[in-house]
């Protein structure tokens, strides 16, 4: 009896031992998977990218997109995309709208893209893709376009006052008209708003002069939902009017006439 209970003590003990064996590889696996797992982020912080994550810019503005590596790598790919491939440290590029140039020394390393005369076109999220022999990494830059106005002008006459504001952006603009403390409202003036092949506005707005005072200037403005303000603002002289031909006439006849009396006392 007592080497039967032996046999199984033994038996026990060995399991024990056994349980203890695989319970140990496994703390031992788990220390060196969190070890790793610990290099591994360290590694990733090593590799980054240093981008600005927005950018603002009127159209045609140039804008510079830099990306810098934060250490010295052993760099197989360094590029700024949007859509395609724009800027690449290896390779030439032949978009005649971008400029692009790397820098290898002194630190840090950097990738400069320049966007030439930006448009709305322009606008979105640029992205800075680095490829080396510690991993790969990327970083983003939004570009912004705003506040664009190409060229304007007024006209006004006896009948109506017009305002043109050519090249604007964002869209949504409108034009507002005022004498003095007066505000005008449709229907005294209308506005027409098309786009151009950049993605910006041309807007057009002209107003009944005949709803306000004649002999008072009017002020239009271009106002920007957008930043809640006024991009540009015009103030309209007043009108003159032209004389007609019956007045002139008149006018001549007596001018004539003095010039006579004056030479005639000046004979005598």
């Known amino acids: 009896m007592k080497d039967i209970n032996k046999s199984v003590c033994v038996h026990m003990m060995k399991g024990m031992s056994l349980f203890s064996d695989v319970s140990t590889q496994r703390r031992v696996f788990g220390w060196v998977s969190i070890i790793w797992f610990t290099a591994g982020i360290a590694v990733s912080h090593g590799l980054e990218l240093q981008t600005v994550s927005q950018v603002a810019a009127r159209c045609g503005e140039n804008v510079t997109l830099t990306c810098n590596v934060s250490s010295r790598l052993d760099i197989k790919h360094f590029s700024w995309h949007k859509n395609k491939s724009l800027c690449q440290y290896d390779s030439q590029h032949d978009d005649p709208k971008v400029k692009c140039e790397y820098i290898g020394e002194p630190l840090p390393q950097s990738l400069t893209l320049t966007l030439l005369n930006v448009m709305p076109s322009d606008q979105g999220k640029y992205l800075c893709k680095l490829r ?74 002209q107003l009944d002069v005949q709803k306000g005072n004649l002999n008072k200037p009017y002020t239009c403005s271009l106002w920007m939902p957008s930043t809640s303000k006024a991009l540009f603002s015009y103030e309209l002289p007043v009108f003159e009017k032209l004389k007609g031909s019956s007045e002139s006439m008149v006018t001549l006849q007596w001018i004539c006439l003095i010039m006579e009396i004056i030479m005639v006392k000046c004979m005598t």
Request: charged share 20%; with cysteine; proline share 3%.
């Open 132 to 205: 080396s022999s510690n991993g790969v990494m990327s970083s983003t830059t939004d570009v912004k376009v705003q506040d664009c106005l190409e060229t304007s002008g007024y006209y006004r006459n006896e009948s109506f006052a017009e305002c043109r504001f050519n090249g604007v952006y964002p869209g949504g603009g409108s034009v507002r008209w005022s004498q003095g403390e007066l505000n005008f409202t449709a229907p005294a003036f209308y506005q027409k708003e098309e786009m151009d092949h950049h993605g910006r506005y041309n807007i057009l707005s």
